[in-house]
C-alpha cells in the first residue's frame, strides 16, 4: 500500500478518481460549531438573561480547535471518513455546553479546563495521526502495548492512596494542582492494539489444532495463555481498584474481539455464563455491588439509590421535549456534568434530545465498524472493530447505568462527559479509527504495471486455489 | 472476519436500541409518577417558582405569597394564621399541604383546567405566570368573635356557623388551633422544628376538630330522635314517658334523667324543651333502629361530604340491641358526630328540613380577579318535612326559654338544643354542646358549638353553661354583621 508522500506516478491519478469528501468534513464541523453555539447561547439566556463574553471565548476555542482538527486530518489521513470528527465535534460541544450550564448553576469552572483538555487532546490526536502513519506498525509493538497497558492499569493500585484515590477508586495518578489523570483510559487502547496483534498471529491455530467442545474445536489453551492472562490480569485489576466498570469494559472487549477473529459465537455464549456465574458472586459477596443492584431494582423507594434517584426524577420531569437548554434542574443530581451527563442532557433536552444523542453515537460507531469491515488486513479490522465496539460498550453500560436499564458501574460517556483522561485516550482512539479509515478509502494503486501479455502458447499454467 | 464484524454491528445496533426504548420508557411511560416521585425538589421549586393565588375572605387576604430571595422563590404568608388555620390549612415546602391549600391547590397554583385560557394569554403576553384566587364565605367578625370565645377561658373546641339557606360556611374554628407559617418556612428544619412542636402541644392543635374529629352529641342527638319521631305520626303534643329513671330492655341497667328528676311535663314538646332522656330513649326503642338510621342519614349522617375539605363520617354505631338503640336515642352509647354534622342538623331545620350542602369556596378568580366559578347553593336532601321542621323550631324555642348561661340578645329569638355529653373519660367531664339557629322566624345563622372536657367547669359542666354563651355571642356577631 502506498504512503502519501510516497505514492509516486500511479498514485495522483488516483487521487484525482477518488473524492475524498473533506469538503463535507468542513461543512458538516460548520454545522457543529453553529448548533453548539446556538446551544450555549440558550443556556447563558434562560440562566442569566444575557450573553455572556464567555461564550464568544468558548465559540471561538472551539472552532478553532476543531478547525486544526480538521486541517490535521487533511493533512495525514486525507481519505478518512468525514463524518466521524463532526460527530465527535458535535457530541463534544454539547457536553460543553451542558458543563458551561452546569458551571453557572454551580458556580464552578469546569468548562474551562474541560476546555484545556480538549486542546491537549487534539494535540494528541493530530500526533497520532502524524506520527503514525500506517496502523499495522502498531501490531509489531504489540507486546510492548501489552505490557506498558498493564502496567499502566496497574500503577494507581501501587501508588498511595494519597495520590491515586478519588472517590473511593483507586483508578487516578493525580498531578498536584495540574490535575488527574486515569490511566486505565489508556491502558485500554493499549491492551487492544495487545490483543488484536495476537489473536490476528493466532488466527491459524483456532481453526486447526485444539480439541473439541460442544462440536466446536478450541484452540490449545497454551495458546491462548498469553492473551488470557493479561485479560485475566486486567480485569482482576479493575475488581482490586474497586473499578467496575473497566473491568466490565475489558471483559466485553475480549469477548467480542476473539469472537470477530475465530468467528466463533461460542466464545460468547461461553464469556457470558462465565460472566453470569462471576456477577453472581459478585452479588453475593461484594456489599458495593448488592447496593448497585438493589439500587437498580428499586430507584425512587429504595434507600441505595440517591443519585439514580435524582437522575430519573431529572429524565422524568424533562419528559419527551425536555426542560429546554438551562430550564431544568440538572444540576440537583451528584456528578451531573461527568457520569451522569446523559440524565443532565434527557431533562433539559427531553426524549428528543437524548435519542438524537444516540443515533450520534450509533453512526460514529457504524462509521468505525465500516471501516474495519472496508480495510484489508486482518489486524486493522479486528482493532477498527474492537475501537468501535469499546465506544457502543462505554456508551451502553455509562448510559443504561444512569437510566436505570442495567447496575450503575462507573464510566464515561465518550466526548459527552467532562473528565480530561476520557476525553484524551477517546481523541486518541478516534485518530486510530480515523487511521484505519484512512486505509480502508485509500485508492489501491492501481495495481503493478501490466506484465507484457506472452503469447499464449508460452503462457506457464497458473496455480489454482480450490475452492473451499 | 467481515461476518462477524457484521453480527457485532448488529448487536451494537441492539444495544442502542435498547438504550433508547428503556430512556422512551422513562421519560414517556414513568414520566408523571417521576415527577411527582418522593424527594423530587424539580416539582417544588416549579411550584413555588410562580406567585400562589390568595386565599380571602370578607376582603381579608388569610393566605398570600410573597417572593423570597432563595431558591423557592415564593413563601406562603398567613396574616391571621391561628385564626383561620383550620380553613386555610398550610402550604409547606416540607410537609405539603392540607385544608383550603390542598383543596383548592389547582386553582391556587394556577393548573386547573379552567385557568388555561389564562396561562395561555400569559404566556404570549409574556406576563409572570400566578396562580388564582380563592375566595371564602368565611365571615371574619364572627370567625374572630369564635375564636376568641374558645380561646379567651382557655376552652378545647369547635365552633362551626353555616348559613342555613345556602349551606356557606360562616365560621369554623378550633381551639387550640396553630400557626401556619413557621410550618411555610423554606428552611426545614425550622418547618421542622414547629411541626414537632405542635405534634407534642397539648389538645393536638393541628387536629381539624370542626370535620374531622367526631364527639358523642349528647343531647343535642334527640332532634334527630324528634325528627324521627314526627316522620312516625308523633305530635308536638303527644305523650311520651317523664319517668325519672327507666329500665333498658332486657337489662338490669337504669337510664336516669339528668339530675334523677320526672320530667317536667309529658309532651313530646316539653321533654325536648326539659331534654328529658328517658322519654327520647323510649321513642327512639319506639321509632326502631332503621327509621333512626333513616333520619339520621336524611341530616347527612354518614356523607361523602367535601367542603372541599373531607368531612370526617358521623355515625350511629351498631344499634344492636333494644338497650343500645334506647341509649343511642339520646346521643350516647356509639353516636358519633362532627361539629359539621351538628351544625348542618341545625341548619336544615331552620331551612324548612331542607339540607344545605355546607360550602367554603364563595369563588375562584382568574390571576386578573375575572371570576371563573361562583358558589351555587346545593341541596343535600329534605331532611324532614317543612311542618316538621317547624314543630321543632318551636321546641327550639321553648327549649332555650329553658336554657340558662349568659348572653341572651334581646330582641332576637334564638331556636337551640344543648347538649351534655358523657364520654366515659377525662375523670367524668362531660363534652358541653350547643346548637342553634336564629333568627327563629327568619334564620341567617346556625350554628354548633362543643366545648371539651367541661370547659373550665369540670363535671359540674352543661352545654348551657359553658356552649351556650359562645354560641350567642357568634350569632350576636353574625346579626349585627349583617351576616
Request: glycine share 10%.
Amino acid at each position: 500500500m502506498s504512503q502519501p508522500g510516497t505514492s509516486e506516478g500511479t498514485g495522483s491519478s488516483a487521487v484525482q478518481q477518488v473524492n475524498t469528501r473533506r469538503g463535507t468534513e468542513l461543512v458538516l464541523l460548520v454545522i457543529s460549531v453553529v448548533i453548539v453555539t446556538f446551544a450555549m447561547m440558550l443556556v447563558e439566556i434562560s440562566q442569566e438573561n444575557t450573553v455572556t463574553r464567555q461564550l464568544f471565548y468558548y465559540g471561538a476555542a472551539y472552532l478553532a480547535l476543531f478547525g486544526a482538527a480538521h486541517f490535521a486530518v487533511r493533512k495525514w489521513a486525507p481519505y478518512a471518513d468525514p463524518l466521524m470528527l463532526p460527530l465527535v465535534a458535535l457530541l463534544n460541544g454539547l457536553g460543553l455546553v451542558m458543563i458551561h450550564r452546569i458551571d453557572i448553576a454551580k458556580d464552578t469552572e469546569y468548562a474551562v479546563r474541560q476546555i484545556a483538555w480538549l486542546a491537549l487532546s487534539l494535540v494528541l490526536f493530530a500526533l497520532v495521526l502524524a506520527f503514525i502513519k500506517d496502523h499495522r506498525t502498531l501490531a509489531k509493538y504489540s507486546f510492548t502495548c501489552g505490557f506498558v497497558g498493564l502496567v499502566l492499569l496497574a500503577l494507581p493500585g501501587l501508588l498511595p492512596s494519597a495520590i491515586s484515590e478519588v472517590n473511593g477508586a483507586k483508578l487516578w495518578i493525580k498531578f498536584g494542582p495540574l490535575g488527574q489523570v486515569q490511566p486505565s483510559e489508556f491502558a485500554k487502547i493499549l491492551l487492544m492494539i495487545f490483543f488484536a496483534s495476537f489473536l490476528v498471529s493466532k488466527r491459524e491455530l483456532f481453526t486447526t489444532a485444539g480439541r473439541k467442545f460442544l462440536n466446536v474445536e478450541l484452540p490449545r489453551p497454551r495458546d491462548l495463555m498469553p492473551m488470557l492472562v493479561a485479560w485475566a490480569a486486567a480485569i482482576g485489576i479493575g475488581v482490586l481498584e474497586k473499578d467496575l466498570g473497566t473491568s466490565l469494559l475489558f471483559f466485553g472487549i475480549v469477548l467480542v474481539m476473539l469472537y470477530i477473529a475465530t468467528e466463533r459465537a461460542i466464545w460468547v455464549v461461553l464469556g457470558l455464563s462465565l460472566f453470569a456465574v462471576g456477577a453472581f458472586l459478585a452479588f453475593q459477596t461484594v456489599s458495593r455491588v448488592q447496593q448497585r443492584v438493589n439500587g437498580w431494582l428499586d430507584p425512587v423507594y429504595g434507600d441505595d439509590a440517591y443519585q439514580l434517584k435524582q437522575a430519573l426524577y431529572g429524565l422524568g420531569s424533562g419528559g419527551i421535549g425536555g426542560s429546554g437548554l438551562g430550564n431544568g434542574s440538572p444540576e440537583t443530581v451528584p456528578y451531573a456534568n461527568s457520569d451522569f451527563i446523559v440524565t443532565s442532557m434527557g431533562e433539559e433536552l427531553g426524549l428528543v434530545g437524548l435519542i438524537a444523542i444516540f443515533m450520534m453515537y450509533l453512526l460514529l460507531m457504524m462509521r468505525g465498524l465500516r471501516s474495519a469491515l472496508a480495510v484489508r488486513d486482518s489486524f486493522g479490522k479486528l482493532f477498527g472493530g474492537g475501537l468501535s465496539f469499546t465506544i457502543a460498550l462505554q456508551l451502553f453500560v455509562v448510559a443504561g447505568g444512569v437510566t436505570a436499564l442495567i447496575p450503575l458501574t462507573g464510566l464515561t460517556a465518550p466526548f459527552l462527559a467532562y473528565g480530561g483522561s476520557s476525553l484524551l485516550a477517546n481523541y486518541i482512539l478516534i485518530a486510530m479509527l480515523l487511521r484505519i479509515s484512512d486505509a480502508a478509502r485509500r485508492p489501491q494503486p492501481t495495481v503493478k504495471p501490466k506484465p507484457q501479455q506472452a503469447p499464449i502458447a508460452e503462457a506457464h499454467t497458473e496455480l489454482v486455489e480450490r475452492p473451499r | 472476519m467481515n461476518k462477524p464484524l457484521r453480527r457485532v454491528a448488529l448487536a451494537m445496533m441492539a444495544m442502542v436500541l435498547l438504550l433508547m426504548g428503556n430512556v422512551t420508557y422513562v421519560q414517556v411511560i414513568q414520566a408523571d409518577d417521576l415527577r411527582n416521585g418522593p424527594g423530587n425538589g424539580r416539582t417544588q421549586r416549579a411550584e413555588y417558582a410562580k406567585q400562589r393565588g390568595q386565599i380571602i375572605a370578607g376582603g381579608q387576604s388569610l393566605a398570600n405569597s410573597v417572593e423570597t430571595g432563595d431558591e423557592l422563590k415564593f413563601q406562603r404568608v398567613y396574616p391571621n394564621g391561628p385564626l383561620y388555620a383550620p380553613v386555610t390549612g398550610f402550604d409547606s415546602p416540607t410537609y405539603g399541604a392540607n385544608g383550603v391549600e390542598r383543596a383548592m391547590d389547582t386553582i391556587l397554583n394556577g393548573s386547573d383546567d379552567s385557568l388555561a385560557f389564562n396561562r395561555l394569554s400569559d404566556m404570549i403576553t409574556g406576563r409572570a405566570p400566578a396562580g388564582g384566587d380563592v375566595e371564602l364565605t368565611v365571615d371574619p367578625a364572627m370567625q374572630k368573635v369564635a375564636y376568641d370565645q374558645l380561646t379567651n377561658k382557655g376552652f378545647q373546641g369547635s365552633v362551626v356557623a353555616l348559613n342555613p339557606k345556602t349551606g356557606e360556611i360562616l365560621s369554623m374554628v378550633n381551639s387550640p388551633s396553630y400557626d401556619p407559617n413557621p410550618l411555610a418556612s423554606h428552611d426545614n428544619n425550622a418547618a421542622a422544628e414547629s411541626w414537632q412542636q405542635m405534634e407534642n402541644a397539648q389538645g393536638s392543635p393541628m387536629s381539624n376538630r370542626s370535620v374531622s374529629e367526631i364527639y358523642p352529641p349528647g343531647s343535642t342527638f334527640k332532634l334527630i330522635t324528634t325528627a324521627a319521631a314526627l316522620d312516625s305520626g308523633y305530635q308536638p303534643n303527644s305523650q311520651v314517658n317523664p319517668a325519672a329513671s327507666i329500665t333498658l330492655p332486657n337489662t338490669n341497667t337504669e337510664l336516669p334523667n339528668y339530675g334523677g328528676k320526672t320530667c317536667k311535663g309529658s309532651t313530646l314538646t316539653e321533654a325536648l324543651a326539659h331534654s328529658c332522656n328517658t322519654a327520647f330513649a323510649e321513642i327512639a326503642g319506639k321509632v326502631g333502629a332503621d327509621k333512626m338510621r333513616e333520619t339520621a342519614a336524611k341530616f347527612g349522617f354518614g356523607t361523602d361530604l367535601q367542603i372541599p375539605m373531607t368531612v370526617a363520617k358521623s355515625d350511629l354505631g351498631p344499634m344492636s340491641d333494644p338497650a343500645s338503640l334506647y341509649q343511642s336515642g339520646i346521643g350516647q352509647r356509639d353516636v358519633r358526630v362532627t361539629p359539621m354534622q351538628n351544625a348542618m342538623m341545625a341548619a336544615a331545620i331552620a331551612n324548612d328540613g331542607k339540607l344545605m350542602k355546607p360550602q367554603l369556596v364563595k369563588s375562584t378568580r382568574a390571576p386578573d380577579m375575572e371570576v371563573i366559578d361562583e358558589l351555587k347553593p346545593e341541596e343535600m336532601s329534605q331532611a324532614v318535612s317543612s311542618n316538621a321542621a317547624d314543630q321543632i323550631s318551636e321546641m327550639m324555642l321553648k327549649s332555650e326559654q329553658n336554657t340558662k348561661g349568659s348572653g341572651k340578645i334581646s330582641g332576637v329569638d334564638i331556636a337551640s338544643k344543648t347538649g351534655t355529653a358523657q364520654h366515659g373519660d377525662e375523670d367524668d367531664k362531660p363534652h358541653g354542646w350547643y346548637v342553634a339557629f336564629a333568627p327563629a322566624e327568619d334564620p341567617k345563622i346556625a350554628v354548633a358549638v362543643i366545648v371539651e372536657n367541661g370547659g373550665d367547669e369540670g363535671a359540674e359542666a352543661t352545654g348551657g353553661s359553658i356552649a351556650a354563651p359562645i354560641g350567642r355571642e357568634v350569632i350576636r356577631a353574625g346579626l349585627q354583621g349583617g351576616g
